[in-house]
């Protein structure tokens, strides 16, 4: 879908932003870039869209080269979402999100029902459609700033640190959301972040940067615990092992019952429980705060399905 062969870019003599680097974006594919403050995560991202050219090597969108493509044409095939959001102040929220389609004469019925579709998949009510963005909070505006750069329906969606700039709480109800949109859509999209465990929650594959190259590259799994770059092993390290007891659940390291398919309470001898749905961090944190080796796990239902201790992260396939 998006290649990089050999690509070099400087902005000033002696100061390279991007070093020789090849990589390739699959179709499908949610890549999150990861890096110190001007590793080139930026730089790279702009190049994808044509925004910046690269002095040397050369970068393909689809198999065709950027430099063929028309940058029209170009920019109708790819979404791009900013932190700063850029929503038109004195356009409604419909107009907003339909803005992509209006460049492209699309007729008032298609742009009412695309906004109509678009803000009831980013998870706001289509009422919002005539407010104006100074009525938004900053996590609604980032809504509706992805409702847009999905408009016309583009193969590749682009986010620079799109979420950035909203709290903590509402962080991770976005990154939900953007997750859910992808596993919706299928999109392929590359995330720039520097946020460790943004990184791990969203990426089905993780690019770490540094100076302009690549150091590692890999899916979460491999970067967590098989890192084979000492910058990149540095850069995870501990924060990112946490990350990672913070998204993976406790079902895919429940203990089932010797024997047993649906069940039964008499056969754990505790009052402690965790679910299904929560990570392993929770698993961990009850057991150790209340000195036990073993707590009993229910799933949505309250179904009792077996039970979670430490042994049970052997299950984990690393």
Not at 276 to 282: G, N, R, Y
Request: charged share 25%; proline share 3%; net charge neutral.
């Amino acid at each position: 879908m998006i290649e990089f062969y050999d690509v070099s870019q400087q902005y000033e003599a002696e100061k390279p932003i991007i070093r020789h680097l090849s990589l390739t974006v699959g179709k499908g594919e949610f890549v999150v870039l990861i890096g110190p403050s001007g590793c080139g995560k930026t730089t790279l991202l702009k190049m994808m869209n044509g925004l910046i050219q690269p002095d040397s090597g050369e970068i393909r969108i689809k198999g065709k080269e950027l430099k063929a493509w028309d940058p029209i044409t170009l920019k109708r095939n790819i979404g791009y979402v900013i932190q700063q959001v850029g929503l038109f102040p004195h356009l409604s929220i419909e107009k907003n999100i339909a803005y992509a389609l209006d460049i492209q004469k699309a007729g008032e019925t298609v742009k009412k029902q695309r906004a109509r579709e678009l803000i009831q998949l980013v998870g706001l009510t289509e009422d919002y459609l005539t407010k104006y963005p100074n009525e938004l909070s900053g996590g609604q505006k980032q809504r509706v700033g992805i409702a847009r750069a999905l408009a016309a329906d583009p193969e590749i969606i682009l986010m620079d640190e799109p979420l950035g700039a909203v709290d903590q709480i509402n962080r991770g109800v976005l990154q939900d959301e953007i997750i859910r949109i992808y596993q919706t859509l299928n999109k392929t999209i590359v995330f720039v972040t520097h946020d460790i465990e943004e990184a791990i929650k969203l990426g089905t594959k993780i690019v770490v940067m540094n100076q302009g190259e690549i150091m590692e590259v890999g899916s979460r799994d491999a970067i967590v615990f098989h890192s084979k770059s000492h910058f990149a092993d540095d850069f995870i390290g501990n924060k990112g092992f946490l990350s990672y007891l913070n998204i993976v659940k406790i079902e895919q390291v429940v203990c089932p019952f010797n024997g047993s398919t649906n069940g039964n309470p008499a056969e754990i001898e505790t009052t402690l429980w965790a679910t299904t749905a929560d990570p392993l961090i929770v698993g961990i944190r009850i057991c150790l705060e209340n000195g036990v080796n073993q707590i009993g796990v229910r799933d949505a239902a309250g179904r009792v399905v077996g039970t979670f201790n430490l042994n049970c992260l052997s299950r984990l396939k690393f």
